[in-house]
Each structure stands twice: as structure tokens, then as C-alpha cells.
């Protein structure tokens, strides 16, 4: 009897395991679709922090597996380095499924005519180097800086978004007939936010 109980319960593990795992097809290829920031390839939040190094937007990725929040991952260019995209559902509103699907496409994004062929000269330099300013059309401002977290930015179609470079310190970016006009810096300290303007 024992034993019957013994295999039962490994058997009841082994399917909750497979279960959050298939949550994502393993080893799928994508292509980054926006710009992925990381200090630890381990540790990426799905805020996207504006800091270290830089997946580029269009790299070839090979999603491993999902297991719960978390998204492992690989990139072509970086052997041997697994990847983990955590998703904060508090932040992003949404969940690692669905995450996934604002971070990675099967379709690979530089492809001639494709919305990047769309970009100008100078948008395609700034989500090259990670870098936003005015003039950049929404779509561009997503390609360098990825989609911004939806518990301050609940609608694409507002006019002001907010973008985090850290816990502390964060962009608020006005448009206005879908071009930015404005970046403002906002720092939190003790003596409270201090604004500065990005020109």
C-alpha cells in the first residue's frame, strides 16, 4: 500500500512539473523584440530596467522553457548563458505567457518590411544604442525601450508613459501626435522626486 502511495505522489509531481513547463514550447526560436536590459542574466525583471548590458532588439533567442513567472532563455551570440525574464505581475499586469509575447517574435523584426524598415535614420541609431529622444515615434521608443509597465502605463494610446532605468530613478516620456516632445528624469530621495529634463 505504501508503495502504491509512493508512486502515486511521484506521479502527481512529475505531472505538475510538466504542466508548468509546457506553460511555453520549449526550444523555440524568437527573435528579441525589443531591447532587453540585464546586470544578471538571471535576474531579469519584466520591468526592464534601463541598466547593463544589452540583448538588442533582433537577436536570436531560443526559449528554453517557462516555469511559472519565469522565462529561460538563450542567446545565439552568447553561448553558454542561460537567460531568466521574470515576470512581476504587479508591474506588468499581465501574465509570463503574455509577457513573452511583448518581449520575443518567431518573426524576426529587422526583416525588409517590417515596421524597422519603417524607422528613420536616426530611430534606427537610437534603438541601436538603447537610447530614446524627441522625435521618436511610439513604436520606435518600444523597439529601443520595450513596452512600458502597465500599473503606470495602462494604455499604449495615452500620451505620457513611464519607464524605469531603476527602482529609484525613472522616465516620464510625453508625446504628442505620436512623436515624443518631452522627456522628463524623475529621481526619488528623501527630500523627495527631483525632475530633470532630457533634452
Given at each position: 500500500m505504501r508503495t502504491?502511495?509512493?508512486?502515486?505522489?511521484?506521479?502527481?509531481?512529475?505531472?505538475?512539473?510538466?504542466?508548468?513547463?509546457?506553460?511555453?514550447?520549449?526550444?523555440?526560436?524568437?527573435?528579441?523584440?525589443?531591447?532587453?536590459?540585464?546586470?544578471?542574466p538571471a535576474k531579469i525583471l519584466g520591468t526592464n530596467y534601463h541598466k547593463g548590458a544589452i540583448i538588442p532588439f533582433g537577436a536570436k533567442i531560443t526559449i528554453t522553457s517557462q516555469i511559472k513567472e519565469k522565462i529561460y532563455f538563450t542567446v545565439a551570440d552568447q553561448p553558454g548563458i542561460t537567460f531568466i525574464l521574470t515576470?512581476?505581475?504587479?508591474?506588468?499586469?499581465?501574465?509570463?505567457?503574455?509577457?513573452?509575447?511583448?518581449?520575443?517574435?518567431?518573426a524576426d523584426p529587422k526583416a525588409k518590411g517590417t515596421?524597422?524598415?519603417?524607422?528613420?535614420?536616426?530611430?534606427?541609431?537610437n534603438i541601436e544604442d538603447g537610447t530614446i529622444e524627441a522625435g521618436m515615434?511610439?513604436?520606435?521608443?518600444?523597439?529601443?525601450?520595450?513596452?512600458?509597465?502597465?500599473?503606470?502605463?495602462?494604455?499604449?494610446?495615452?500620451?505620457?508613459?513611464?519607464?524605469w532605468d531603476s527602482r529609484y530613478v525613472r522616465k516620464q516620456v510625453t508625446f504628442q501626435n505620436n512623436l515624443i516632445i518631452n522627456?522628463?528624469?524623475?529621481?526619488?530621495?528623501?527630500?523627495?522626486?527631483?525632475?530633470?529634463?532630457?533634452?
Open positions: 502504491l502511495i509512493r508512486i502515486l505522489s511521484a506521479v502527481s509531481l512529475a505531472f505538475v512539473f510538466f504542466s508548468l513547463v509546457s506553460a511555453a514550447a520549449p526550444s523555440q526560436d524568437y527573435y528579441a523584440k525589443v531591447n532587453i536590459w540585464y546586470e544578471d515576470n512581476i505581475p504587479k508591474h506588468t499586469m499581465v501574465g509570463a505567457a503574455e509577457l513573452s509575447k511583448l518581449y520575443f517574435t518567431t515596421e524597422f524598415d519603417k524607422f528613420n535614420a536616426k530611430e534606427k541609431k515615434s511610439k513604436e520606435a521608443v518600444i523597439a529601443s525601450y520595450g513596452y512600458p509597465p502597465k500599473h503606470r502605463t495602462p494604455s499604449l494610446t495615452s500620451n505620457f508613459w513611464t519607464y522627456i522628463e528624469e524623475i529621481t526619488e530621495s528623501l527630500d523627495g522626486p527631483r525632475i530633470y529634463y532630457v533634452p
